[in-house]
């Protein structure tokens, strides 16, 4: 495995709770203050939101709780400064106080860089006008922008003084679609839905020629399309068999051995297929799980109905659980129902070399304890929390707030959204310190606390805004390098 200066690899993940060293984010940018409610749910947002106090208010937050984890050095003793400052420069890649981390990397940031390269600048240029249908002229002067400029635009869809050129791409804070560490490979998305092709193209281009990058590049893996996918009458194409998308939310690296893959109304059973196969003829992992849940808005992916929180603990949408089937199973007359509404997720789990003869986990909670103490080797009992405490009607109110979609910073602590009442509480009794983004902040900036002797903590985060976008804390961030 290659390295930076220090003998450490710089892109490795093969946990979700192993400590975090470095993630890829995209800080909200003007773009997403120009959602219009016409085009709000074609942009896959269910609201327009405000976005100064989404930044200030909400997402800040969770930057300045990454940077006192990941690049301390970097707020330490600043918050106040940072905090007073209005214009809000040290958020913003490319100004003058911007954070600038080598840990908590902004995707804009990198993408600037490559663009400083003529001729990257000149191929990524032209595949966005080619997509966007912007005409020879608007290409020609798009080309002469500098780069931090340019990366604004390619990603605002507006030039600096406001006018639009292009639809803006409001869903690239959830950084964690784009692409996906699986130990030492990236697997990059095919993304379902048209709003975020362009950002697709964009992470393409980063991650083929940003030098941080630059030492796995035979290890990132693209899907290969269906090969008779454009002989395909259209309605055929659409169907899951044949269409091939995968987006990173559905995609999930439990322990080094082991991938969960959610097929989802964003991550079809082809391109899971194709994943497979690639992943095993590689040697990248032993045994892959896929997770098939309900096509549906709510769910969308795999991380908006569970993520690890612990080796041993899980949170989880009870009703699509164990819980949910055993209640499912009381109802007398379930045996008439729709096919699969008594069952409606379902788990096929394939080892490489046994691919033929895969085993059915009955649900969810199975899956979840043999990863914890069999991939894991944890030797606790296994704990299950449940959105909304699996109160009725908490529970699906909560998952979709994403009170499921949690992001560990390191074993047993993670941040999420403050709004889930019921869910904080279940996480209370199960003897987890529950504080706010901006008192834990505090607590580290005068020494009470430290991220280092942090356990068991839910890490409180403003979602007023945020949660309007349709996702979490995980889905905003793209692990790049964690501890096991
Ligand atoms: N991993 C995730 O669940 N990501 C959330 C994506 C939300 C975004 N508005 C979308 O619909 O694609």
Request: no cysteine.
């Given at each position: 495995m290659l390295t930076d200066k220090s003998t450490n690899p710089t892109i490795h993940v093969s946990?979700?709770?192993?400590?975090?060293?470095r993630l890829l984010i995209h800080s909200p940018d003007g773009g997403l203050g120009k959602v219009v409610p016409s085009k709000a749910q074609d942009w896959l947002f269910e609201d327009i939101v405000h976005l100064d106090t989404m930044r200030r208010k909400e997402y800040d937050y969770y930057v300045k709780i990454l940077l006192s984890f990941l690049d301390p050095g970097k707020i330490k003793g600043k918050l106040a400064q940072i905090d007073q400052d209005a214009s809000r420069s040290f958020y913003i890649p490319g100004s003058e106080n911007y954070f600038n981390s080598d840990y908590v990397i902004d995707i804009q940031k990198l993408l600037a860089e490559i663009l400083e390269n003529e001729s990257v600048r000149t191929k990524l240029t032209a595949a966005i006008c080619g997509i966007e249908r912007c005409s020879y002229r608007v290409q020609e002067e798009l080309n002469g922008y500098d780069a931090d400029e340019l990366a604004k635009i390619f990603i605002s869809g507006a030039y600096s003084g406001e006018k639009m050129l292009f639809a803006p791409?409001?869903?690239?804070?959830?950084?964690?679609?784009?692409g996906i560490v699986i130990n030492n490979h990236l697997l990059l998305n095919k993304p379902a839905k048209n709003a975020r092709t362009r950002e697709s193209i964009l992470a393409q281009f980063v991650f083929f020629y940003h030098p941080m990058f630059a030492h796995i590049r035979e290890n990132i893996i693209e899907i290969p399309e269906n090969e008779h996918h454009f002989l395909l009458p259209d309605e055929e194409k659409a169907s899951d068999y044949h269409r091939c998308t995968l987006e990173g939310g559905d995609v999930m690296m439990v322990s080094p051995d082991h991938l969960l893959i959610g097929c989802s109304e964003r991550t079809s059973v082809y391109a899971a297929q194709q994943v497979m196969k690639l992943l095993f003829q590689k040697d990248v992992v032993k045994k892959i799980t896929i997770v098939k849940i309900p096509k549906k808005r709510d769910y969308m992916h795999i991380d908006t109905i569970f993520t690890q929180v612990k080796k041993n603990v899980w949170v989880l949408l009870?009703?699509?659980?164990r819980l949910g089937d055993e209640a499912r199973k009381k109802d007398v007359l379930h045996f008439f129902g729709p096919e699969n509404t008594n069952k409606e997720l379902r788990i096929l789990q394939f080892v490489k070399g046994q691919e033929q003869t895969p085993i059915e986990i009955e649900n969810l909670e199975d899956l979840l304890s043999s990863i914890s103490t069999e991939d894991l080797g944890s030797t606790e009992k296994v704990r299950f929390i449940y959105s909304g405490n699996n109160e009725f009607p908490y529970g699906e109110r909560e998952q979709w707030t994403d009170s499921c979609n949690l992001l560990a910073l390191k074993d047993g602590v993670v941040i999420g959204y403050d709004r889930n009442d019921k869910t904080l509480e279940a996480f209370r009794k199960e003897g987890f310190r529950i504080i706010s983004a901006e008192n834990l902040l505090n607590e580290f900036e005068n020494d009470r606390l430290s991220p280092d002797s942090l356990t068991d903590t839910f890490i409180t985060l403003a979602s007023a805004e945020l949660s309007r976008a349709r996702g979490g804390s995980h889905c905003m961030s793209m692990p790049v390098l964690r501890e096991l």
């Open positions: 946990s979700e709770t192993g400590t975090l060293k791409l409001p869903n690239l804070i959830f950084m964690r679609d784009i009870g009703s699509l659980a």
